[in-house]
């Protein structure tokens, strides 16, 4: 923000302009030619025909990847290429200083554009008049293509005179249509915002912002920071960004891209498991109970209980010859293999071995033969006896995730009998007739259940193997060493990544692509968003793909919306991490203006709820009205009036929930037919439309110009509706209108 709000700008604003004009020109050529430079040494090295040994072939291989990312990288900076610039005091080292979305070197290697990452461009987001860090003016080119279209000057030193706005570019940005999808706001970060950006990556920093403070701007900003800073460790672990919803990653995928970065990993809770894709819905009893920290007893209880001894001796006939296996023998075994501390499928090797033990010293007995002659073919015997096979597996079997949960979930008997801490109503929340629709809520625990059943097969890495790795590892650097010397620019990958993906016989793709794969990948770095939607359970899952707690987690516990989610920073993450976390908060709410953030700070507070809602930079120019509601056909028509009025942007109708004569269904339906073809999204995941029809859960992390709610009476009866409510008022940029037939919940009545 800035310390002046004069409508003014600088003097000889024209000529300035086409000054800009040409120096961005000037950019952009270099852009071209470094495109071009690349193209030319991809087309060369695809030219190439791969002959001779295995490393000319991994070194063609890995240089054409190289160059495919940086041509990917060069094109996905052409939107408003440079942004700012800054004049420093005079004397400072490089003076005049243009900034942008990636740094840019001339011919004789100058520095003719810094990336708005690096430690040069920092003050271009962190001066103020009161600390100008060395700067006298920080300057905002407006673009349009390739053109410069206007500035906006921020005079710092008053001694260099001048008049200032500085804020022409920031509210140009908060009042502009919106369009479905999120962009990135490199251009307009404010000092706040970008102190998080540039935080430490060790640790974990918790991020509190309320509505429209851009927290998840700047978890996405960060994340492009963290990988331009620490690219050499995150590439080759990889950085995941976990949203909460589908249709929120949906919106916000363009955003680092833009920013140069494309190999972030982004999924949803309901992702996290792989195999499993979470299309099931619970009750709110369901989701609480799943959430909850006793499921841990719970499931390591059923996984014990199918480690069985029998409550009688089993008696086997092998070709004549009777011996039999006693109760205390199978305990025996058990107490072995459950002492070893391996999980279930890799301690049945230990449980499998002692029963056979005992088994083939009772078969040499009876039939009279040497143990130490017999053994082998004894127990070979043993092995592929059918009746022996059912038998030792009806005591430990092999078991999987999902067969352990679904049991669960369709047995009553079975889950009283492991879980007898949880209330009847609990375990009857828990029970469902189609066992596998899987929920977001059930993932962490097929997790916990991977952590306590561990693989079928135990994998052994060969120490050829590992020489073999360590040899493509080496040859790999050299190749990245050649790359950067070619002067093409830095590689975007590390020695480790590029060796997997082009070793033979090791694995193949990107980060993303191994990593959700792989349910045991641990990550350099994870950004939660909506982090206060997590449940206990939820963190552990979290915690084991982030061993070194390298944690951004974002979100606001006024919105909390899961019944099973945070209620304060602290005891969401107390078993996480303990105090061992850090706050940063984000005070200025850019996106909803005053008239309308007013009305839901007072939902909040009449709802006893503590919080602290950011200050709007705006006022507005529209009043929030509500009017009555009469049924479905009111809303259509309410609508339909809003659109025709609105020029540009985008409308939302945000009900309580998707069922019911007035949920998001049937309003959805009714607004389309009231509507011209193909301006509703015919489904909650459609960001592309101008209208959308939600429920407030699927809203969550959205914006829109206008915003309708329905009937807010019924969203408070939700069971966090006070935080629903609050995320339903926040949504819209310029407009807010509530139709209602029952009367206006406490805190609303200004509306009324």
């Known amino acids: 923000m800035s310390q002046s709000t004069e409508p003014s700008v600088t003097p000889g604003t024209e000529q300035?302009?086409?000054?800009?004009?040409?120096?961005v020109g000037t950019l952009y050529a270099r852009l071209d030619v470094l495109r071009e430079q690349t193209a030319e040494q991809l087309?060369?090295?695809?030219?190439?025909?791969?002959?001779?040994?295995?490393?000319?072939?991994?070194?063609?291989?890995?240089?054409?990847?190289?160059?495919?990312?940086?041509?990917?990288?060069?094109?996905?900076?052409?939107?408003?290429?440079?942004?700012?610039?800054?004049?420093?005091?005079?004397?400072?080292?490089?003076?005049?200083?243009?900034?942008g979305r990636l740094?840019?070197?001339d011919e004789r290697g100058t520095q003719i554009l810094v990336d708005w990452r690096a430690p040069?461009?920092?003050?271009?987001?962190?001066?103020?008049?009161?600390?100008?860090?060395?700067?006298?003016?920080?300057?905002?080119?407006?673009?349009?293509?390739?053109?410069?279209?206007?500035?906006?000057?921020?005079?710092?030193?008053?001694?260099?005179?001048?008049?200032?706005?500085?804020?022409?570019?920031?509210?140009?940005?908060?009042?502009?249509?919106?369009?479905?999808?999120?962009?990135?706001?490199?251009?307009?970060?404010?000092?706040?915002?970008?102190?998080?950006?540039?935080?430490?990556?060790?640790?974990?920093?918790?991020?509190?912002?309320?509505?429209?403070?851009?927290?998840?701007?700047?978890?996405?900003?960060?994340t492009a920071y963290l990988l331009y800073t620490h690219r050499d460790r995150l590439a080759r672990s990889g950085v995941l960004l976990l949203g909460p919803s589908p249709v929120f990653l949906r919106y916000v995928e363009q955003v680092l891209p833009a920013l140069g970065e494309t190999g972030?990993?982004?999924?949803?809770?309901?992702?996290?498991?792989?195999?499993?894709?979470?299309?099931?819905?619970?009750?709110?009893?369901?989701?609480?109970?799943?959430?909850?920290?006793?499921?841990?007893?719970?499931?390591?209880?059923?996984?014990?209980?199918?480690?069985?001894?029998?409550?009688r001796p089993l008696r086997f006939d092998l070709d004549g010859t009777r011996i039999q296996l006693r109760p205390d023998a199978v305990a025996a075994a058990r107490t072995r293999a459950r002492r070893s501390r391996k999980p279930h499928n890799l301690a049945r090797v230990t449980f499998v071995r002692e029963v056979l033990n005992t088994m083939v010293n009772s078969l040499a007995r009876a039939r009279g033969v040497d143990l130490g002659e017999e053994r082998d073919d004894l127990v070979a015997e043993l092995r592929e006896h059918v009746d022996v096979r059912r038998e030792v597996n009806l005591c430990w079997m092999p078991l999987t995730p999902a067969k352990v949960l679904s049991a669960l979930y369709r047995n009553p008997a079975l889950l009283a009998e492991v879980a007898p801490q949880l209330s009847a109503r609990d375990r009857e929340a828990l029970h469902r007739e189609d066992p596998e629709a899987w929920s977001e809520a059930d993932v962490p625990l097929l997790d916990e259940l991977a952590e306590l059943l561990g693989p079928l097969e135990e994998s052994v890495t060969s120490a050829r193997a590992a020489a073999e790795r360590e040899e493509q590892l080496a040859y790999a650097r050299k190749v990245l060493e050649d790359f950067e010397a070619s002067g093409v620019g830095n590689p975007l990958v590390s020695p480790e990544l590029l060796a997997d993906r082009f070793s033979g016989s090791g694995p193949s793709g990107t980060v993303a692509e191994r990593a959700a794969a792989d349910r045991t990948w641990a990550y350099g770095h994870v950004v939660v968003d909506e982090a206060q939607e997590l449940s206990p359970m939820a963190w552990r899952l979290v915690e084991r793909r982030c061993p070194s707690r390298s944690?951004?987690?974002?979100?606001?516990?006024?919105?909390?919306?899961?019944?099973?989610g945070a209620r304060s920073w602290a005891q969401a993450l107390k078993p996480v991490v303990d105090d061992r976390w850090r706050l940063e908060e984000l005070t200025v709410n850019y996106r909803t203006p005053a008239k309308?953030?007013?009305?839901?700070?007072?939902?909040?507070?009449?709802?006893?709820?503590?919080?602290?809602?950011?200050?709007?930079?705006?006022?507005?120019?529209?009043?929030?009205?509500?009017?009555?509601?009469?049924g479905v056909a009111s809303i259509a028509e309410h609508v339909r009036d809003r659109f025709a009025a609105l020029d540009e942007g985008?409308?939302?109708?945000?009900?309580?929930?998707?069922?019911?004569?007035?949920?998001?269904?049937?309003?959805?339906?009714a607004v389309t037919a009231a509507l011209p073809p193909g301006s509703v999204a015919a489904s909650p995941d459609d960001l592309d439309a101008e209208v959308s029809v939600l429920d407030v859960h699927r809203a969550k992390g959205l914006e829109f110009d206008v915003v309708v709610v329905v009937e807010p009476a019924a969203v408070l009866r939700r069971p966090r509706g006070a935080n629903d409510l609050y995320v339903a008022l926040t949504r819209a940029t310029q407009e807010l209108h509530v139709l209602h037939a029952e009367p206006l919940p406490e805190g609303m009545a200004s509306l009324g």
């Open 43 to 99: 087309a060369e090295v695809r030219r190439t025909i791969a002959t001779g040994t295995h490393q000319s072939r991994f070194e063609r291989d890995a240089f054409a990847t190289l160059y495919e990312d940086r041509l990917a990288q060069l094109w996905s900076v052409e939107n408003r290429l440079c942004f700012g610039r800054l004049d420093l005091r005079p004397g400072t080292e490089d003076p005049r200083r243009y900034v």
């Open 120 to 222: 040069a461009a920092q003050d271009f987001y962190q001066a103020t008049a009161a600390s100008p860090r060395d700067v006298v003016r920080r300057r905002h080119l407006l673009t349009s293509g390739r053109r410069v279209t206007g500035l906006d000057d921020e005079v710092l030193v008053a001694a260099e005179g001048g008049r200032t706005t500085g804020d022409a570019a920031l509210l140009a940005a908060v009042t502009a249509p919106r369009t479905g999808r999120m962009g990135d706001i490199v251009a307009t970060i404010q000092a706040e915002q970008d102190r998080v950006i540039r935080a430490s990556e060790r640790g974990v920093l918790v991020v509190q912002g309320g509505p429209g403070t851009g927290k998840t701007a700047v978890a996405l900003h960060r």
């Open 596 to 630: 309308i953030s007013r009305v839901a700070a007072d939902v909040l507070r009449a709802a006893g709820i503590a919080a602290n809602p950011p200050t709007p930079v705006r006022e507005g120019e529209h009043e929030p009205v509500a009017l009555p509601l009469t």
């Open 650 to 669: 985008r409308i939302a109708v945000l009900t309580a929930d998707q069922d019911g004569p007035l949920g998001s269904d049937a309003v959805r339906a």
């Open 103 to 105: 740094g840019l070197a």
């Open 551 to 564: 944690m951004t987690l974002v979100g606001d516990v006024a919105q909390t919306s899961n019944a099973a």
């Open 16 to 23: 300035e302009v086409a000054r800009e004009d040409e120096h």
């Open 264 to 311: 972030v990993v982004t999924l949803t809770l309901g992702e996290m498991f792989p195999g499993v894709v979470a299309r099931g819905e619970d009750s709110p009893a369901a989701a609480r109970v799943k959430g909850s920290l006793r499921m841990v007893d719970v499931l390591e209880a059923a996984v014990a209980a199918r480690q069985r001894v029998p409550a």
